[in-house]
């Protein structure tokens, strides 16, 4: 499985960005895809995430409202629109696979396959 991450900037508080994932490898039916992002100092935290199959979406309540995931299943690419961004949210962002074909959880742990991170700076 591969999961390459692309869409990172510097972006004004209160603009947008919307960064996309795209993945290859395998059929990812029945498993979830997520973002998560990681200040420096701070741990890996959970954002968003969504099953591949039916689309069941799940926010991080510091996102809610402002962030929307989706995937084109089509193009096995997933997306994270970012709106109303704030400076709290700069971070390294991250895409990532489930390990397993029911939703098990946020925790990073319950997610196997991880792309490279791309870097979002919202600047105040």
């Known amino acids: 499985v591969q999961l390459q991450a692309s869409g990172g900037g510097l972006v004004q508080a209160g603009g947008s960005l919307r960064l996309s994932c795209a993945a290859s490898?395998?059929?990812?039916?029945?498993?979830?895809m997520g973002w998560f992002r990681q200040a420096p100092g701070k741990e890996r935290e959970f954002v968003t995430a969504?099953?591949?199959?039916?689309?069941?979406?799940y926010y991080a309540d510091s996102v809610k409202g402002r962030f929307t995931i989706s995937r084109d299943s089509t193009k096995n690419t997933m997306y994270l629109q970012m709106d109303s961004l704030k400076p709290e949210d700069t971070a390294v962002y991250f895409c990532?696979?489930?390990?397993?074909?029911?939703?098990?959880?946020?925790?990073?742990?319950?997610?196997?396959?991880w792309g490279q991170g791309t870097q979002v700076t919202v600047s105040s």
């Open positions: 990532a696979l489930s390990k397993r074909t029911y939703w098990s959880g946020r925790s990073p742990t319950e997610f196997g396959f």
């Open positions: 969504i099953r591949w199959s039916g689309g069941t979406t």
């Open positions: 490898g395998r059929t990812f039916s029945g498993y979830s």
